[in-house]
């Protein structure tokens, strides 16, 4: 009985400790991978006779225009009113509503003018 005493409280403290170091962890990589908003510094290097500046990568919004592009749906059910009609009889037969099966395929979709984050990639510069 008294050996479950102390390892219950030295196993949630173990798992509290877990979980602190996992969360700081966490944070730090998370800002690690992230990249810089703001203008960090461009490296100069020489190498032989010329002189190599490295430019870092960045992401900018960039307005895409409208444009068609091809996407894949899956099938779907859709309802579809079909109106009345006389028949030739002169009996008017009421409306209903009907499911339509759309099949699954390639589509072209038009889409709208629209943001998009693109990342341009680091590069290094160098002139003689």
Avoid: F
């Avoid at 877990?18 to 969360?23: D, E, F």
């Amino acid at each position: 009985m008294r050996a479950t005493r102390i390892r219950r409280p030295l196993a949630v403290a173990m798992a509290g400790a877990l979980l602190a170091g996992g969360a700081a962890l966490t944070t730090t990589t998370s800002a690690s991978a992230a990249p810089t908003v703001a203008a960090s510094t461009v490296q100069t290097h020489q190498h032989g006779h010329g002189t190599c500046t490295w430019h870092p990568g960045w992401w900018e919004n960039k307005l895409v225009p409208g444009h068609w592009s091809k996407a894949w749906h899956n099938g779907w059910w859709q309802n579809q009113w079909q109106p009345g009609w006389w028949d030739g009889h002169h009996q008017w037969h009421q409306g209903y509503w009907h499911q339509v099966w759309h099949e699954a395929g390639w589509k072209n979709l038009w889409q709208p003018a629209h943001w998009e984050k693109v990342w341009h990639n680091g590069y290094w510069n160098c002139w003689h």
